[in-house]
Structure formats: C-alpha cells, structure tokens
C-alpha cells in the first residue's frame, strides 16, 4: 500500500498537472515545466524503494514529455534537491539520532561533511533553480535534471 500511495502522491503528482496544462502550452507554442523530482531519483537509497522509485520515474516523465513537446517550444526540465532545510529535513534528523543515540546537532553536522560546499540546501536555493528554468535564459535546455544538492558526496 505505502509503494501505491507514493507513487500516486510523487510521480502521478506531477503527471496530471502536465497533463492538464499541455494542451494551453500547445495551444501558445511556448511553455515552460519545472518537476521537483530528488537525488532519490540519481541514486537508490536503502529501504526507501518506493520514494526512489517515483523520483526515477519524474525523471523518464520529463525526458519522455520533453521529446513530445520540444516541437511546440515548450521545455521541460527537473530539479532534484539533496537535503533541503525543511520540516521534513527536521523529522528525518530526529529518526536519525534516536536510532543512533545521537545528538541532532551531530547529525546535521555529519550531513555537512558529506556537502562539497559545506552546507545543506535552503529552500531558497530550490527556488532559485525553479526560476532559472522558468526563465528565457534557460530556452535551450529541456529534458534534463537540475542537481541542487550542494554537491552531496560527490
């Protein structure tokens, strides 16, 4: 049930509205999607089979979607943020240092040191990203990943 409903809330999430957006981008030849995919979707993470496989998926969605549409100067493109501070960042931290009998402190701080520039992501930085593909200087890009991740373990 739990692979069901996250592929549901993950992949067919980000389906229906391209679905349902297409034919007015079409309609105006031009257009620009952004799908908010995960480094889940670069690499697989150990007990966590549903959630990487729905972020895999937004990632043949995009590619797959882009190629139909490119012809209609709609692009299509997909961010992957790695760790992200957020709410949901703070229960993983939690789960973590329970299970390891650690300080959350100390697991952020591992979290750090696997970041090439020394910082997890804010959401800002997600944004960001979301707005340069949006944007008229990202025309010639489509059907590519957009890894905002800080350079976790490269």
Request: no cysteine; hydrophobic share 40%.
């Given at each position: 049930?739990?692979?069901?409903?996250?592929?549901?809330?993950?992949?067919?999430?980000?389906?229906?509205?391209?679905?349902?957006?297409?034919?007015h981008m079409i309609k105006r030849r031009s257009g620009k999607?952004?799908?908010?995919?995960?480094?889940?979707?670069?690499?697989?993470?150990?007990?966590?089979?549903?959630?990487?496989?729905?972020?895999?998926?937004?990632?043949?969605l995009v590619r797959t979607v882009a190629l139909e549409v490119g012809p209609h100067n709609i692009n299509v493109n997909n961010i992957c943020p790695g760790l992200t501070e957020t709410p949901r960042m703070q229960k993983l931290l939690a789960g973590k240092a329970a299970a390891r009998g650690w300080s959350e402190k100390d697991i952020y701080q591992e979290?750090?040191?696997?970041?090439?520039?020394?910082?997890?992501?804010?959401?800002?930085?997600?944004?960001?990203?979301?707005?340069?593909?949006?944007?008229?200087?990202?025309?010639?890009?489509?059907?590519?990943?957009l890894i905002v991740d800080g350079g976790w373990k490269l």
């Open positions: 049930d739990d692979f069901e409903e996250i592929l549901a809330v993950n992949l067919r999430g980000m389906f229906l509205p391209i679905k349902h957006v297409l034919p999607i952004v799908t908010i995919g995960g480094v889940a979707g670069i690499r697989g993470y150990h007990m966590r089979t549903g959630y990487s496989a729905s972020k895999w998926g937004i990632r043949g979290y750090v040191q696997e970041m090439s520039l020394g910082r997890i992501s804010q959401p800002q930085d997600i944004a960001d990203a979301a707005l340069f593909l949006a944007s008229d200087e990202s025309r010639n890009i489509t059907g590519q990943d």
